[in-house]
């Protein structure tokens, strides 16, 4: 704490000191949760648990001049452990950087913006996943109503360090294409993007990598089956996964390549409304699916196209609003999984916080809803300060011999103290007694209160 205050008294100095204005916004929460049975235990173990969280997000920009202006954007996000004390607070206990870009105005019809900006989302919240990463982007306008984005990304910078080859450094690096726009007919939306993205594959050894360890789990545990001290295990463990690795690496770099089109559709008609998002990506591994299919299906190299859709309708009869979404994200065992995203949240528990699905499809992606179809009938209520909701979600899985399936009922109650404050209540409960063939998981479920400031 005592070196945010000097960043901020250092920050607040610097402002009126130097010839830029310092402008800052922000928000900041802290919020206490109570989970059970995330696991999904099918024997009675609902393991139930406490945690805090806090989040702060600090916008400053730095307006140098009418057209200059350094976007900065400082961020400290902790969970609070089971022993009280903050998540990896000795290495990790200050703020970070996401973001740190320079837009320049060279004309009220075109503007730059370069550095380390934020990526990984368009349109609605459908399919997104917010990253920090390195963009130089032109804006072009032709007028408040068509907005063009061109917009080059480096995805990752592996460069000479991390490569055998070094003629082939670059080859390893990932870099994304993007060309997007705005356009606004009416009370009619439309937010078409175009993405192409280059990336290197097995130029930084993931096979010898993926089969090296693969195959010292097998031979260290046959050792010590063997009879073998855990020294000696060890060491011919190394030994055989080192040769099986070795010769299974036919040391080819695979310049795989993913195109995507993304069409984001909203529309406000004064009582009724909607918005909704297309998604359809598709990838080739130039070869390395083919090869090493068993390596690709674990690192999501798919030869093949995934799709998603997203539609939210939705009636506003003052003070209610009552809406329908329908969430969808294909899945095939040889064109991959498509992913709604981290920032795409249908359901309070089952969305982010259960494992699910196909081995690889969770391992990839985590406590996503991969591959599913899922129905929300939400209402949203606000009278005064008082905010609150309800949701029943119904979803079941897309995968393969995967029958899964979940009711889960959502709600919430909110109160603004002011323009700025509020506290909210909410949970979910989850039904996932046809999660499996056998119909006997547990049931899940999530509450919290929240406090929250926005600045």
């Known amino acids: 704490m005592k070196r945010l205050l000097l960043v901020l008294a250092m920050l607040l100095i610097a402002g009126s000191v130097f010839a830029a204005e310092l402008k800052i ?17 099918d024997d009675g173990d609902d393991s139930t648990y406490d945690r805090f969280d806090y989040d702060l997000n600090l916008n400053l920009d730095f307006v140098v001049n009418e057209k200059a202006t350094v976007k900065t954007k400082l961020t400290y996000d902790k969970d609070v452990d089971n022993s009280g004390k903050v998540a990896d607070s000795a290495s ?3 703020l970070a950087v996401e973001r740190m870009y320079i837009n320049y105005k060279f004309a009220p019809f075109l503007q730059l913006n370069t550095g380390l900006m934020a990526g990984g989302q368009w349109a ?5 996943s917010e990253i920090n990463v390195m963009r130089v982007q032109f804006i072009g306008a032709l007028s408040k109503d068509m907005i063009f984005f061109a917009t080059y990304q480096k995805d990752n910078e592996n460069g000479l360090e991390a490569v055998t080859d070094k003629d082939d450094n670059e080859k390893a690096d990932q870099q994304t294409y993007y060309l997007s726009g705005i356009f606004n007919f009416g009370p009619i939306s439309v937010k078409p993007l175009f993405t192409f993205t280059q990336m290197g594959i097995n130029y930084n050894n993931e096979v010898y990598d ?8 097998l031979a260290y545990a046959a050792a010590v089956a063997g009879g073998a001290t855990p020294y000696d295990a060890a060491d011919a463990a190394y030994t055989a996964a080192d040769a099986a690795a070795t010769a299974a690496d036919n040391g080819k770099g695979y310049d795989a390549t993913a195109m995507s089109f993304t069409l984001g559709l909203n529309g406000d008609f004064g009582m009724v409304g909607f918005e909704s998002e297309f998604v359809y990506v ?10 090493y299919t068993t390596i690709a299906e674990a690192l999501g190299a798919y030869d093949g196209a995934t799709y998603g859709i997203y539609v939210n309708l939705f009636a506003k009869l003052d003070p209610v609003t009552v809406g329908f979404i329908y969430a969808y994200a294909s899945a095939d065992d040889e064109d991959g999984y498509y992913s709604w995203g981290e920032d795409f949240d249908i359901a309070c528990v089952m969305d982010d916080f259960i494992n699910n699905g196909d081995t690889n499809a969770a391992t990839l992606y985590g406590d996503n809803l991969i591959g599913f179809t899922a129905y929300k009938v939400y209402v949203d209520a606000k009278a005064g300060a008082i905010k609150a909701g309800a949701a029943v979600i119904y979803g079941e899985s897309n995968i393969d011999d995967d029958d899964s399936k979940f009711t889960e009922i959502d709600a919430y109650v909110g109160y603004a103290f002011d323009d700025n404050t509020s506290y909210t209540i909410g949970g979910g409960y989850a039904m996932t007694e046809d999660w499996d063939a056998e119909g006997d998981e547990e049931n899940a479920y999530r509450v919290y209160n929240k406090f929250a400031v926005k600045f």
């Open 92 to 94: 990790d206990s200050t």
């Open 25 to 41: 916004s922000g928000d900041a929460y802290v919020r206490g949760s109570e989970y059970s049975n995330l696991d999904l235990a």
């Open 282 to 291: 598709d990838m080739d591994t130039d070869g390395f699916y083919d090869d």
């Open 210 to 217: 993926a089969v090296y360890a693969g195959a010292y789990d």
């Open 124 to 128: 609605t919240t459908f399919g997104d």
